[in-house]
């Protein structure tokens, strides 16, 4: 009677460790364990391109209305967005 418990033991083991090879393990535990943050994640992406669009929007303003002293500020400000605005106008 024994033997036949080592048996269906062993057999278990066998057919968990091919499911295994098969199965992605790590991205089912992520998706149990981690429900909600990649959703917030994508609520801080949004709210910073919104601040970037509006940053662009302010800079064009300014632009438009001879502004060149707030448009040096704003520069100042946030120098790697001027970067990328400078990288938009030579392409």
Do not use: T
């Not at 992520?30 to 662009?56: D, T």
């Amino acid at each position: 009677m024994s033997d036949l418990y080592v048996k269906i033991a062993l057999v278990s083991v066998g057919l968990l460790i091919v499911l295994l090879n098969f199965v992605d393990i790590s991205s089912i535990a992520s998706k149990l364990l981690f429900r909600n943050k990649p959703q917030q994640v994508v609520e801080q992406q949004k709210g910073f391109l919104e601040i970037v669009s509006l940053w662009y929007q302010l800079k064009n303003k300014c632009e438009q209305f001879k502004l060149n002293v707030a448009s040096e500020k704003l520069d100042e400000v946030f120098p790697l967005l001027n970067g990328v605005l400078e990288d938009e106008k030579l392409s």
